[in-house]
């Protein structure tokens, strides 16, 4: 046992005792970082000081740590990637990256990260790329406390901030990501978590990502995006604690679900969307405790949504609480504080006596009709949504909330 364990301590001493602090500076041993990395052993440090340096494709293949001083810039000259990630355990830490190239046909990156493990990027400030960091099959990794942000104008001209692809085990925590086309994009990624980044004034999505299973997203926040979340052809999702604000358009919210099934969406903030959440195709769902203010649409929900619980929410002065394009209802409502309710409360339990029904016949008939939402506010409609309420027709009759709240719900 001893024969093999001394020689098992003298490898992990040689691997971390001898590992060397290499500088790149205008009067350094390397004047770039090309030249520091080819020089590098396996587990050096390279220390970038303060200074603009030109950076083509960089590829890292043996694991390294890159840390820039402040003002350190690595300039990609519109050429290509920046830095390419193709080695285990590398870190790239508080680096500014410029200058990454655009491509129609090629996915240029100021960090491109290819079939990596133990990744880690953080604390990089990333100006105007075509993608900010592309991560592809790579796994137990971190990207932390990144600035990503551009000036892009279209969807076509234009990449993702943080674009994970084939990934797990990936935390995605307090970055902010803004004008490029989606914020934040996963593509079969797994059981990864995505905490406490802002994510704003993106073209397309604050964040989107697809045939992706067992992840979070908590305490984020999409706001001023062209939609904020959308969620499509996945299970097992927890989003809880995140704020979704003024995503504004014609066809835009704040959350769109499509065929997602086994989901918790918990404690969130929807506030000021044209539709905060739209569903379409999605079962087992359990909205609870959220808030759901001054929005346009606050849940509209399309077809082959079944299974589905919204208990303990607040519908807080929104245009219509609830839209529904069926008479069929598989859907369970309760306990929701609805601001529109007008029943009474005699036994004073805090339980409105009067099961409340969020359905409007004039949400029916905008959904059939768009052009007659100019007619919102008149007392016409006000009577025709009496009228449906005392004798559902079209809506579904057993689409009710029978113990609404009296309170708004903390």
């Not at 079944?306 to 002065?317: A, D, E, Q, R």
């Amino acid at each position: 046992m001893y024969k093999l364990f001394f020689p098992l301590i003298l490898i992990c001493y040689c691997n971390s005792g001898f590992a060397e602090n290499l500088k790149v500076c205008e009067s350094c041993d390397f004047k770039s970082p090309k030249e520091a990395v080819e020089k590098a052993s396996p587990f050096d440090t390279i220390t970038i000081e303060k200074g603009q340096y030109e950076c083509i494709s960089l590829v890292l293949d043996k694991p390294l740590t890159l840390i820039g001083e402040k003002g350190a810039v690595l300039d990609g000259k519109q050429q290509g990637y920046i830095l390419i990630i193709k080695s285990d355990s590398v870190t790239i830490d508080g680096l500014t990256l410029i200058g990454s190239g655009r491509s129609y046909t090629k996915d240029f990156a100021a960090i491109y990260v290819d079939r990596s493990k133990n990744f880690s990027i953080k604390n990089n400030i990333i100006r105007d790329p075509f993608f900010g960091v592309l991560v592809e099959k790579s796994h137990h990794g971190e990207i932390i406390s990144n600035e990503v942000s551009g000036h892009s104008m279209r969807e076509d001209d234009s990449g993702n901030g943080i674009h994970l692809w084939h990934c797990s085990n990936v935390l995605i925590d307090n970055n902010e990501v803004s004008h490029l086309r989606d914020g934040i994009y996963f593509e079969f990624v797994t059981e990864s978590t995505i905490t406490n980044n802002l994510s704003h004034n993106n073209i397309r999505y604050g964040l989107h990502f697809m045939f992706s299973n067992n992840d979070d997203y908590i305490g984020n926040e999409f706001i001023n995006n062209g939609a904020g979340v959308a969620v499509m052809f996945s299970k097992f999702i927890v989003m809880r604690e995140n704020r979704f604000i003024k995503n504004w358009g014609t066809t835009s919210y704040g959350l769109l679900l499509k065929e997602i099934y086994d989901a918790e969406v918990v404690d969130n903030l929807f506030e000021e969307n044209t539709m905060a959440i739209f569903v379409e195709g999605s079962t087992r769902i359990n909205y609870t405790n959220n808030n759901l203010h001054r929005n346009g649409w606050a849940v509209k929900i399309s077809g082959g949504c079944y299974t589905n619980i919204f208990s303990g929410n607040n519908f807080v002065g929104n245009a219509f609480d609830v839209s529904y394009n069926s008479k069929l209802n598989d859907n369970k409502f309760e306990g929701n504080y609805w601001s529109e309710y007008v029943g009474y409360d005699i036994d004073k339990n805090g339980i409105g006596d009067v099961p409340y029904r969020p359905v409007k016949l004039f949400s029916y008939i905008v959904n059939q009709t768009p052009e007659t939402i100019i007619l919102l506010r008149s007392l016409f409609i006000d009577i025709l949504n009496f009228s449906e309420k005392v004798s559902p027709v079209f809506t579904p009759d057993k689409l009710v909330d029978i113990s609404p709240n009296m309170r708004m719900i903390n």
